[in-house]
């Protein structure tokens, strides 16, 4: 069965940082388009950030650029998200989700597995 289990999440002061983690089970995802999205109370999932198989290609939405770095390990094919300067706003649930092919995507509807969430609280 396949797997992606995040942490790393944990309640942290506004302009702290956290690094987020993504590690699959079940199969390997290491040539697939890996994603980190989250939903905020009473707010549709977004999109944050993605990279694509390669780990060459990246791309952020725009209220975390600068501030938030995806990036693939070599173990076990995690892939991180590297959270700096945190807002209130960042507060959310994270999720990490894989595509089945190498380019990378900010659409939800493309990624064909998800983790369960882990939850990121900026207090301000």
């Known amino acids: 069965q396949v797997q992606l289990v995040e942490s790393g999440g944990g309640l942290v002061q506004a302009g702290g940082s956290l690094r987020l983690s993504c590690a699959p089970s079940?199969?390997?995802?290491?040539?697939?388009?890996m994603g980190w999205f989250r939903q905020a109370p009473g707010k549709e999932r977004e999109f944050v950030a993605t990279?694509?198989?390669?780990?060459?290609?990246?791309y952020y939405a725009d209220s975390v650029k600068d501030r938030f770095t995806i990036s693939r390990g070599n173990v076990k094919n995690t892939v991180y998200l590297q959270m700096i300067s945190l807002k209130p706003e960042d507060t959310a649930v994270y999720y990490c989700?894989?595509?089945?092919?190498?380019?990378?995507?900010?659409?939800?509807?493309?990624?064909?597995?998800w983790g369960q969430g882990t939850q990121v609280i900026v207090s301000s």
């Open positions: 079940g199969r390997t995802f290491g040539t697939y388009a």
């Open positions: 990279i694509s198989g390669s780990g060459s290609l990246t």
């Open positions: 989700a894989a595509r089945t092919t190498r380019d990378y995507s900010n659409y939800a509807p493309e990624y064909a597995y």
